[in-house]
Structures are given as structure tokens and as C-alpha cells.
């Protein structure tokens, strides 16, 4: 809080003509799920947090693809993440950030449109981490 309270470059996000700035896409954990929304259809009501983390060699995650979008907008249940992922969402509700951007639910990693996507997102990289509250770093 004091953070936000007192250092002037905290106080506010980046704004681009004075318009909040958001990811395409972040996660709402709000209540006792989780599910993807689009910022451009449903506007974001506060600030998110980001987790930076390690895919591995193999990963094994839960990613999202042009054949799930529609299924993780509804809900993205709990067990179909990793541990991290869990660890991540429960840190965002203890802190009482509606919001958390994760790359590999936020950006499409397969199917039709997912290349795109992902240059779009590699441009605004440094976006989404800017205008974060806080990024949650799991190693």
C-alpha cells in the first residue's frame, strides 16, 4: 500500500490517452473459480497481478488453445492446473487483486489464430508487466 500511496511512478498505471491499459486477455478469480475473460467485452473493474514462471523442459500445463478459449471463458477448473498456478491464484485472492495474467492461459499456444496471437502479445510484453500491481515470480 505504501508503495501505491507514496511513489509517484506506483500510484498509476500507464495510460495510453489517458485509458487504462489492459492484456487481451486475463484471468478473473474472483469467488471460488477462474475463468478467462477478453478485456475488450468485459472491461476490467481494477488493476491484475502477473506471475513470471519456468515452462521446463516438458511442460505439462494447462494451456490455452483456439479449441478450449470457449470453455476456459466459462471456467477453468482448479484441478487442471498446476500447483504454481494454484499457489498464483491463491496469492492474487489473498491480495485481493481481482485479476491475474499467466502467459499460458492468457495468449493462445495452439490452433487456428495462435501465431498471431503470440506476436501481438511478444510486442506488448512489456506492457502487460508495466501496468501489473504486482508480479508474482515462482521459481
Known sequence: RQCLQ???LCKRPQFSAGIPWYPKRLLDVSGT????ISTSEEIPQARYATLSHC??????MC??????????RSNIPTDLLTNTFRDAVNATRMLKI?????????ILQAGVGSKEDWQEHAIA???????????IAAA
Not at 515452462?55 to 505439462?60: A, L, V, Y
Not at 481481482?98 to 492468457?106: A, F, K, N, P, T
Open 33 to 36: 473459480g477462474q475463468r478467462l
Open 6 to 8: 507514496d511513489h509517484h
Open 98 to 106: 481481482r485479476y491475474l495474467w499467466i502467459d499460458s492461459l492468457c
Open 125 to 135: 510484453m512489456r506492457r502487460v508487466y508495466t501496468n501489473s500491481l504486482v508480479n
Open 55 to 60: 515452462w521446463g523442459k516438458n511442460p505439462s
Open 63 to 72: 494451456c490455452l488453445t483456439a479449441d478450449n478459449i470457449n470453455e476456459l
